[in-house]
């Protein structure tokens, strides 16, 4: 029984671990608390946490992502740390039509590398931001590809991106270490 609590605790310590990280990343493209935000290729949830660490308490986030799995988990997670919170979740597919609210800002961590032809896709989702909303794009700063991460996006790619797309005061925001390809950076920019 030992054992197991050991690796309980073990296991929630990397868990807030790579919640502070998200936080490190995130916390310059957020203006304040609240609003209506969305996670969008959310996974299991490690930046939505993040997300909502940020805008609590009066914050709500839509949380989509094409595996149900992953949705379930997230939920599970999340309603435990944040059991007050205002989560809307959604399996969908980002690279289709969505249909949500009318957003404050949206993430996407770690979900654009899956997409080949960026620039249609960032353009549909941005539609979804209000006229001041913040697009929010975290990813591994390299420009070489592998099976985990198929079409990256360097932050010089995502500058350019920005420009192509139409993005207004697009910058980086931060970058942190990252033990799986050195780096990763938070971009941003307003539709």
């Not at 909502?52 to 149900?68: S, T």
């Not at 996006?153 to 139409?166: A, K, N, P, S, V």
């Amino acid at each position: 029984m030992n054992r197991q609590a050991g690796f309980i605790s073990g296991w929630a310590q990397r868990e807030a671990r790579r919640i502070q990280k998200a936080i490190a990343l995130l916390r310059p493209g957020i203006p304040g608390l609240g609003g209506v935000w969305a996670d969008i290729g959310c996974g299991d949830g490690i930046f939505t946490s993040a997300l909502y660490a940020l805008i609590q308490p009066d914050g709500e986030i839509y949380a989509v992502d094409k595996d149900q799995f992953a949705l379930d988990a997230l939920v599970r997670n999340f309603t435990e740390s944040y059991p007050d919170a205002t989560l809307h979740t959604l399996r969908a597919d980002f690279t289709r039509e969505l249909t949500l609210a009318t957003l404050d800002g949206m993430i996407m961590a770690n979900s654009l590398h899956f997409v080949a032809d960026k620039a249609p896709v960032l353009t549909r989702l941005i539609r979804l931001l209000k006229p001041t909303g913040r697009l929010i794009v975290v990813e591994y700063n390299t420009s070489r590809g592998n099976p985990v991460v198929p079409y990256p996006l360097d932050e010089h790619g995502f500058m350019e991106l920005g420009r192509q797309i139409g993005l207004r005061e697009a910058r980086i925001l931060s970058r942190i270490p990252s033990s799986f390809l050195g780096e990763m950076y938070a971009g941003m920019g307003l539709a």
